[in-house]
């Protein structure tokens, strides 16, 4: 079965860092690209970062650049997201998605965790 | 960044009922990359039309989508219990990704 396996929130201080992860299974990790959306309680999705399959390409939401960094080892299939600066408005259940690329049929983002929550508050 | 924007916010729909959901973008946005989610209260997003208008393994042919340019439609031709819920258009560009912001479809 196709999987993907969010962990590593919790409740931290503004200011404060988090560690999230993703395990993937089901699949071969290191032929896809993965992507972090993330959703604030009672509001809409909002894309995070995208790391390309080797790591070599990673792009952040303006929201988040230079506070979060992704990566991933393809060796373990995993795949994180280091927050660190976090602000209240950072408090979201943070997805982690696997993108496809089909070309000339469509790209998208066709498997998701079901989430971990971040809250960042004092 | 192209901005999407959904209408309408909210559609109270009875079952059986056909639901119109529409998705414009602030630019032109191939039909390639423009894609459709369905989620349901303390769920993740589920995939329902990728490019536009082909529907995603083990979507049910009431749903389709539609549109190009600017403006995009998702359509659910008779609503099943289980179709109530928020649905997001998001499209894959120069940005990177952008959703819109949601239209939930819930009991009338």
């Known amino acids: 079965e196709v999987q993907l396996v969010e962990s590593g929130g919790g409740l931290v201080q503004p200011g404060g860092s988090l560690r999230l992860s993703c395990a993937a299974s089901?699949?071969?990790?290191?032929?896809?690209?993965m992507n972090w959306v993330r959703q604030a309680p009672g509001r809409g999705l909002e894309w995070v970062s995208y790391i390309s399959t080797t790591g070599s390409a990673i792009y952040y939401a303006d929201s988040v650049k230079g506070r979060f960094t992704g990566s991933r080892d393809n060796a373990k299939n995993s795949l994180f997201l280091q927050m660190n600066s976090l602000r209240a408005e950072d408090t979201a259940v943070y997805y982690c998605a696997r993108f496809r690329a089909k070309s000339g049929e469509g790209y998208y983002m066709d498997v998701w965790g079901k989430g971990t929550s971040v809250a960042v508050s004092s | 960044e192209i901005v999407l924007t959904q209408s309408p916010g909210t559609l109270s729909l009875s079952p059986g009922e056909r639901a119109t959901l529409s998705c414009r973008a602030s630019q032109s946005v191939s039909s390639t990359y423009l894609t459709w989610y369905q989620q349901k209260p303390g769920q993740a997003p589920r995939l329902l039309i990728y490019?536009?208008?082909s529907r995603a393994t083990g979507i049910p042919d009431r749903f389709s989508g539609s549109g190009s340019g600017t403006d995009f439609t998702l359509t659910i031709s008779g609503l099943e219990p289980e179709d109530f819920a928020v649905y997001y258009c998001?499209?894959?560009?120069?940005?990177?990704?952008?959703f819109g912001p949601g239209t939930k479809v819930d009991i009338k």
């Open positions: 998001q499209q894959y560009g120069s940005s990177l990704f952008t």
């Open positions: 490019g536009a208008s």
């Open positions: 089901g699949f071969t990790f290191s032929g896809y690209s």
